[in-house]
């Protein structure tokens, strides 16, 4: 199994709809992020949570909502999805300060997000 | 002017030569500074990490960091038509704010046979 998987990794929806993506880990990182990556635009940080009661904005949160269900599982809602929403959507992990690698990010397999 | 850039390409090099990959960032108290490849379709993965000014080199790669000039390059010895992806730069906040990775807008690589 992936040690960061998301779900799920390809969804369809309209304008207006409330959409939840979701990401569990199994590596026990303490530090979680949702980017968003657009062609020619790189990824973009959109919230990140350094544990379960920490939780941060980044370059582009507006829009976006996330929930720290446990260290394990971080989650992207968007509340009603708008057609410049649609893009690919990465989950990322990393061990945090005083660890080796603290701030090198494992991410997850991806989730394409299309809003009609 | 963005924090962290890059040229988007396509750089374009034949088997075997030598790919350069450059990227600039704004923030003067950046300490951490990394390199992902991304594959069409998948999720980027990191292949160099550098933290002090100077060369590190990993097999066919060197990352170059020089922190006076705010530049960070990586250097692919050797290129092969695997090694075609695009190449993001990521940049890693000062103290106080290193929490978060800021990347480039990557650059696309081709090799050709």
């Known amino acids: 199994d992936a040690d960061v998987t998301q779900t799920p990794r390809n969804r369809i929806t309209k304008t207006g709809k409330r959409i939840m993506l979701e990401c569990s880990q199994t590596?026990?990182?303490?530090?979680m992020y949702w980017y968003r990556q657009d062609p020619g635009l790189g990824l973009r940080l959109i919230y990140y949570?350094?544990?379960?009661?920490?939780?941060n904005k980044g370059e582009i949160s507006d829009g976006y909502s996330v929930s720290r269900q446990a260290q394990a599982k971080f989650s992207l809602s968007l509340e009603s999805a708008i057609p410049n929403q649609t893009a690919l959507y990465f989950c990322a992990t990393s061990p945090g300060t005083g660890s080796s690698g603290a701030n090198v990010l494992t991410f997850g397999a991806g989730s394409r997000l299309t809003v009609l | 002017q963005k924090e962290v850039e890059q040229n988007s390409g396509p750089l374009s090099v034949p088997e075997g030569a030598i790919a350069s990959l450059n990227c600039t960032y704004s923030d003067r108290g950046s300490q951490s500074f990394f390199w992902y490849r991304q594959y069409s379709g998948k999720s980027p993965e990191l292949i160099m990490s550098?933290?002090?000014?100077g060369d590190k080199e990993d097999g066919r790669f060197t990352a170059q960091l020089n922190k006076a000039s705010q530049y960070v390059s990586l250097l692919i010895r050797d290129s092969q038509p695997s090694d075609s992806a695009t190449y993001l730069c990521?940049?890693?906040?000062?103290?106080?704010?290193?929490?978060?990775?800021?990347f480039g807008q990557g650059t696309t690589l081709q090799v050709k046979p």
């Open positions: 550098i933290y002090s000014n």
């Open positions: 590596k026990g990182h303490d530090r």
């Open positions: 990521a940049v890693n906040g000062p103290p106080g704010n290193t929490g978060k990775l800021i």
């Open positions: 949570s350094f544990d379960v009661k920490d939780i």
